[in-house]
């Protein structure tokens, strides 16, 4: 079983809809691909309907909700890691926006002759600590970190800036919820 899950796509947008939408055609994925759309929450307000969301975007497949959109890549790297899917779509909902995040597996890339932005290289609920560990890396070989309460939205600013720098490791921490992530 292969242990990776790569990040395919971030996009931004106001509306949960088009940000799911953008981020499907920037790698031109079609929508009746995506296996799993996974909701999280990253602040308090009127929440909107996610299999009503899904369905404006185009997508066929169920949508689940999670406590926060960190939590949600989480998941949906976990849903990839155990076989069960190839593709996987989070979106980070918050007062100023939503952030929708492809995630892919090995197959997924080979099959649809993907190129990914990014792996994500370990994750931990413990803290930063445990997830350097877990990929065999210490603090001073991170370039970028991103602390914060938006996890989605933080993947996407960190992706952006680890490119822009051309740099290869950095890291989204909210509390004791730690993503390393390794730029392709």
């Known amino acids: 079983m292969d242990r990776d899950v790569f990040i395919l796509s971030a996009v931004s947008d106001i509306k949960p809809a088009e940000a799911i939408r953008h981020a499907l055609e920037n790698i031109e994925i079609p929508p009746s691909r995506v296996q799993d759309a996974v909701f999280g929450y990253d602040a308090s307000f009127s929440l909107p309907d996610v299999q009503q969301v899904t369905q404006e975007a185009g997508l066929t497949c169920l949508a689940v909700n999670v406590s926060s959109s960190l939590r949600a890549v989480f998941f949906g790297a976990q849903s990839i890691l155990s076989g069960d899917l190839e593709l996987a779509l989070v979106i980070g909902l918050g007062e100023d926006g939503s952030t929708a995040l492809l995630l ?3 197959d997924a890339v080979g099959r649809f002759n993907l190129l990914p932005r ?7 609920l413990s803290g930063t600590d445990s997830a350097l560990r877990a990929a065999g890396l210490a603090s001073g070989d991170l370039t970028v970190i991103k602390n914060g309460e938006r996890g989605a939205r933080l993947v996407k600013e960190l992706l952006e800036e680890l490119e822009q720098l051309q740099a290869q490791w950095g890291l989204v921490s909210i509390g004791q919820s730690a993503l390393l992530v390794e730029r392709i």
């Open 104 to 106: 892919g597996s090995p």
């Open 118 to 124: 990014a792996r994500l290289a370990a994750r931990s």
